[in-house]
């Protein structure tokens, strides 16, 4: 478009185009804040109307005087604008009006204050009227200030001020029109002075491109047209030199983008190599991390499980000791797992974090519960203080969180001798969507010096040498926690001073989430007083809390003596002290004094909870009533504690599995493992709980084995051959389905630790999970939480202490298999007979991977044979396993004849079986 016009056309474009948009714009923002200013006065105007209408009609308001209402209605139409005025009673019942009907429906809001709805060319008001202004209006009648005596209601039309900006913005239009025709005329006097001048430059121009260098312009009439003229007379004069110098150029410059194009393009090829090879290498770091978890974990399982089954055996103290260490070797290890999978995770940056829905105050206190043991074993206190004003319902990755502060407690019970750790939660900053938290650990330990702090963050390094030979760890903790809080968007420092202990603080900015209605419900404890003992001031003050947060009301008492004395005085009062929650000590108040207390309290009408430190729960269980619903760790958790005080003032709060469901009954247990090792370790750990279990080693078999009898609880194994964990899942929701029957809730039992495995298992059907190596504490926990009944370890009968182990190369040991088995004959029994059942099929196995020589495969044969050795008392065939596997790994020429002995120590522990069956 713009090419079809001349130097006329275009000089005059250029003056009137930025002209009339100037014009424009300057009269359309004027005219709009002229009109913004108009209706802000209209507003306002209404505003002041209706406040003024307010005290004169509150005394005919207060008097239902509808005669004086219509009076001052109708004058009020004499005001500018006013279209309608209407006066309501208190309940909104019409008392008079003027005017015509109100175009607009009624504002909606709180009803203390002016309201106003515009829209339909009118804006309508609505003010409650109080007795406030009565006295406004000098009625000298006393009457309550805030009473409610009516409402007024006011209509302005927009009309009139839509004139007056009609006129305006016509005013403005003819000033910018007659703007433009002058600017318009201008620029035709000054296109005529270029346009000339301009004609005969082209057509010398003309001259030029058609090869006439003799061409030479004229003076035009002006300096500026007179140099123009010269610089192509001068153009001309060295076009000839110019262009053959430019063709040089461009030749020159063509080779150059030549050659810089293939250098490009074989980096190119080099950087994709390159990523590919980057790729892969993570691809196979990630494989290699997920196999190496699977593999560490696997047999450390065995380790923790058989260790913790042979510690229940009769042991020398010695053997104890060593059992002990070997337990808390295999506790660091796992540890040391998974803080190196996290920091490879971090570090390769394939962590991913969650963004889901979770409650503030269920996670901090679920981190102190998994740390209250360790920290009661040192007699340290764990103390829990979410002020008021926090919010509890966010988004974000509540387990990760969790592992932060977690780790921030643990490190603080590490180096704590004596004291308290107290973990605080606040809010910094808050709008409608965020919240901006500081959550802090703080401790009385040994505190940190500023050179420790200054390597604090850093990877593999301790904070203090001679402190880490004694609490131990890798170093990673805080590395991980640091990478993890700033992957969410937060940061974390300490504050510590050496003797005096330290302050590590959190601060992270979370999304909210919706409020959860369901997070506390006060209807059974509503307005129940409740007395507290609890000799720690922090300890008393967040049960203080906590217990107000579950609608409470809380008097606190130093003695024990003192708040019998308080309830039974209240007793026949008006408001009685109905429960009582304790925190006791072994020292403070022992078991057999507190239950006569308790008892004491219940002749009085007022139920109690106890609160202890885990360590010395066995103590306080044998000496309440109802240890069941009437005792409970410390530090305590406001959802169990708030449950187990509605419990305790209505059973009928129960859950209704649990009503439904006697909680004397062992719940019905299926295990699901491919491992016979495994399998038999968590059948023998909830058998010795008191628990039903049946235990097959295939998804295949689950499957037949829940379709006729039925189950409370499935164990299930992930990695199994032919239908895995996953598949078999699927399986059984798809048959329940079918037969619409409530869901088997699943517990998944997996060895990785790699990201996203717990929301795949959570996605495929499974309902929670374990991660290998399991404990009794794990599974008797799972198990009460999906099935409601309890699991209790009465211990079962052992036999005489093991004895040593036998020589190595004895074929068949039954001492030794007595002592793997943790003093039980029968599992010994089992897992030799285990064992022997499946020798002939292993010989056979191995056999054919030697005569296909698959060495791949006979290293699997051979490792499988070599683990199920290790759970019986064949010292002979174990040493021989262990020699072939390892020649075969090392591809080592010797492993013939190894595999020789193997064949041959398998043919000898068979017969010897047989003539001791």
């Not at 100037?22 to 002041?48: E, N």
């Not at 047209?225 to 060295?238: K, P, Q, V, W, Y």
């Not at 003797?499 to 209605?517: N, T």
Request: hydrophobic share 40%; proline share 4%.
């Amino acid at each position: 478009m713009f090419k079809d016009l001349g130097i006329k056309g275009r000089v005059l474009l250029l003056t009137l185009l930025p002209t009339s948009l100037l014009a424009l714009v300057l009269g359309g923002y004027f005219t709009w804040v002229q009109l913004s200013d108009l209706h802000a006065q209209l507003l306002q105007r209404g505003q002041m109307i209706v406040e003024q209408l307010a005290p004169l009609a509150a005394p005919a308001l207060a008097r239902q005087d509808t005669q004086l209402l219509n009076r001052i209605a109708s004058e009020s139409l004499d005001q500018p604008d006013v279209r309608a005025v209407r006066f309501l009673s208190a309940e909104h019942a019409h008392l008079a009006h003027a005017g015509p009907s109100m175009l607009n429906p009624t504002p909606e809001g709180e009803g203390n204050r002016l309201l106003q709805r515009s829209g339909n060319d009118a804006t309508r008001f609505l003010l409650p009227v109080f007795g406030r202004h009565r006295s406004l209006a000098g009625d000298p009648i006393a009457d309550d200030p805030e009473r409610l005596l009516g409402w007024v209601e006011l209509e302005l039309s927009h009309h009139g001020t839509l004139l007056r900006g009609y006129r305006s913005l016509v005013t403005s239009l003819l000033l910018i029109v007659t703007g433009l025709g002058v600017t318009a005329l201008l620029a035709l006097h000054m296109s005529r002075t270029i346009n000339e001048p301009l004609r005969r430059i082209k057509q010398s121009v003309s001259q030029l491109k058609e090869g006439r260098l003799e061409t030479r312009l004229p003076p035009l009439g002006s300096h500026e047209m007179d140099e123009l003229a010269s610089g192509i007379n001068r153009m001309a004069e060295s076009l000839q030199n110019a262009q053959e110098e430019l063709q040089h150029s461009i030749d020159q410059a063509t080779e150059d983008v030549r050659q810089n194009l293939e250098t490009i393009e074989i980096q190119n090829i080099e950087l994709d190599f390159a990523r590919k090879e980057a790729l892969e290498a993570s691809r196979i770091k990630s494989e290699f991390l997920a196999n190496m978890s699977h593999e560490i974990r696997t047999p450390l399982n065995g380790i923790l499980g058989f260790t913790n089954l042979l510690q229940k055996s009769e042991l020398t103290p010695r053997q104890q000791d060593y059992l002990g260490t070997i337990e808390k070797s295999a506790d660091s290890l796992q540890g040391i797992i998974n803080e190196i999978l996290d920091f490879s995770k971090i570090e390769a940056g394939k962590l991913v974090l969650e963004n889901i829905p979770f409650n503030l105050r269920d996670v901090l206190q679920d981190a102190l519960t998994i740390l209250a043991p360790a920290a009661h074993a040192k007699h340290l206190e764990l103390v829990s203080l979410v002020y008021r004003d926090t919010p509890l319902s966010l988004i974000g990755d509540p387990l990760r969180l969790k592992q932060v502060l977690t780790n921030l407690v643990s490190n603080a019970i590490k180096f704590t001798r004596e004291g308290t750790i107290v973990m605080r939660a606040m809010v910094e900053d808050e709008s409608t969507d965020r919240a901006q938290l500081r959550i802090s650990v703080q401790d009385t330990g040994i505190g940190l010096s500023n050179e420790d702090l200054r390597a604090l963050f850093q990877a593999f390094s301790q904070a203090d040498n001679s402190m880490s030979r004694q609490a131990g760890g890798t170093g990673l903790g805080l590395v991980i926690s640091k990478r993890l809080i700033e992957q969410m968007g937060g940061e974390i420092g300490v504050a510590s001073t050496p003797g005096e202990g330290s302050e590590f603080w959190v601060s992270l900015s979370l999304p909210k989430a919706r409020d959860d209605a369901e997070d506390l419900p006060r209807a059974p404890l509503l307005g129940r007083r409740v007395a507290i003992l609890e000799s720690h001031e922090l300890a008393r003050q967040a049960l203080q809390h906590q217990l107000e947060d579950c609608g409470l009301q809380v008097s606190q008492y130093q003695h024990l003596d003192s708040l019998l004395e308080a309830v039974a005085a209240q007793q026949h009062g008006d408001s009685p002290i109905g429960l009582a929650v304790l925190g006791v000590t072994a020292q403070e108040l022992p078991p057999e004094r507190l239950s006569q207390r308790i008892w004491d309290l219940e002749r009085l009408g007022c139920k109690s909870l106890v609160l202890c430190p885990t360590t010395e729960q066995t103590l306080y269980h044998e000496s309440l009533p109802d240890a069941h619903s009437q005792l409970q760790a410390k530090p305590a958790c406001t959802r169990k504690l708030q449950r187990a005080l509605a419990e305790l003032v209505s059973p009928r709060h129960l859950r209704a599995e649990a009503a439904s469901m006697p909680s004397s009954r062992p719940p019905r247990l299926l295990c699901v493992d491919d491992n016979a090792a495994n399998l038999l370790l968590v059948q023998t750990l909830l058998g010795d709980m008191r628990a039903d279990v049946s235990a097959v080693d295939s998804g295949y078999a689950a499957l037949a084995i829940i379709q006729k009898k039925s189950f409370d609880l499935i164990f299930m194994d992930v990695q199994m051959p032919g239908m895995d964990g996953r598949q078999t899942t699927e399986a059984i929701r798809q048959w329940e389905a079918e037969r619409e029957s409530g869901p088997i809730p699943i517990i998944a039992l997996t060895a990785h630790a790699l990201a996203n495995e717990k929301r795949t298992l959570l996605q495929g059907g499974m309902d929670d999970y374990l991660t290998k190596p399991i404990s009794e504490r794990q599974l008797a926990q799972v198990v009460l939480k999906w099935t409601g009944l309890a699991l209790r370890n009465h211990g079962p009968d052992r036999s005489a202490e093991s004895s040593p182990a036998s020589l190595n190369h004895r074929v068949l040991d039954a001492e030794e298999g007595l002592r793997l088995a943790a003093g039980k004959a029968d599992l010994a029994a089992d897992m030799l007979s285990m064992l022997l059942a499946s020798l002939d099929a292993d010989r056979q196995a191995i056999r054919q991977a030697r005569d296909a020589d698959d060495r791949i495969a006979l290293i699997e044969r051979v490792h499988r044979l070599h683990g199920a050795t290790r759970y019986c008392g064949v010292p002979q065939l174990r040493a021989a396993c262990q020699r072939s596997e390892t020649l075969l790994k090392q591809n080592d020429p010797a492993a013939k004849v190894a595999l020789d002995e193997l064949d041959a120590a398998i043919t000898r522990l068979a017969s010897e079986a047989k003539l001791n069956a």
